[in-house]
């Protein structure tokens, strides 16, 4: 599977444009999901890219707010991988749940559901693509979808791992309040590495 990611990035790269690093930053590795140049708006109304999640390991995923069975879960398999971490791990986590219905999940409902679940600011971002980036950044992540008629989705459940610069490192498609415990310790791995120094 991560051999696929890696090689969705090229054409979704083409595609949809590349994410220039910021003047003070390396340039991007080439396997970084962060080359995609994709806006964002967060559940506080805020733009942000992806690559603005560069300098943090990431947990990723994608969900939809109107969701009422799998991406509870996936909120919950987020918050149990917290509560595995000590309080020094945690600081050096962020995790971001981008929705695959942006054209339903405006600012407000992302709201809704960041204080109904109780989520720190700290560490958590829920967050809208632009409608022409869904596919786009599924693809990058290897999370299926498709709509239905109701306007339900079918969807991979899954936590993508990324490191500091935006690489996928692994991932889980276990869900729920017990944590996929070598999927934590790969967490740890990537909290303790040390952060990549500019190149010159």
């Known amino acids: 599977m991560k051999t696929f990611l890696l090689a969705a990035l090229a054409p979704?790269?083409?595609?949809?444009?590349?994410?220039?690093?910021?003047?003070?930053?390396?340039?991007?590795?080439?396997?970084?999901?962060?080359?995609?140049?994709?806006?964002?708006?967060?559940?506080?109304?805020?733009?942000?890219?992806?690559?603005?999640?560069?300098?943090?390991?990431?947990?990723?995923?994608?969900?939809?707010?109107?969701?009422?069975?799998?991406?509870?879960?996936?909120?919950?398999?987020?918050?149990?991988?917290?509560?595995?971490?000590?309080?020094?791990?945690?600081?050096?986590?962020?995790?971001?749940?981008?929705?695959?219905?942006?054209?339903r999940d405006d600012p407000t409902k992302l709201a809704t559901v960041f204080n109904k679940r109780k989520l720190d600011p700290a560490r958590w971002t829920l967050a809208s693509p632009t409608p022409g980036d869904v596919r786009a950044i599924a693809g990058v992540l290897g999370i299926r979808y498709r709509q239905l008629e109701d306007g339900e989705f079918n969807h991979t459940s899954a936590l993508v791992l990324l490191d500091a610069n935006g690489r996928v490192l692994t991932r889980t498609e276990q869900m729920g309040t017990r944590p996929d415990p070598e999927f934590v310790a790969a967490v740890r791995k990537a909290l303790a590495a040390p952060a990549a120094k500019p190149k010159r």
């Open 12 to 103: 979704f790269a083409l595609a949809f444009g590349l994410a220039q690093a910021a003047p003070k930053s390396a340039p991007l590795p080439s396997d970084s999901v962060y080359q995609l140049n994709a806006p964002l708006v967060d559940q506080q109304g805020r733009k942000l890219r992806l690559a603005d999640k560069r300098g943090k390991v990431q947990l990723v995923s994608m969900f939809y707010t109107s969701c009422k069975f799998i991406c509870p879960l996936i909120i919950d398999s987020g918050k149990a991988i917290e509560r595995s971490l000590t309080p020094a791990e945690q600081q050096k986590l962020g995790i971001l749940l981008i929705s695959m219905d942006p054209q």
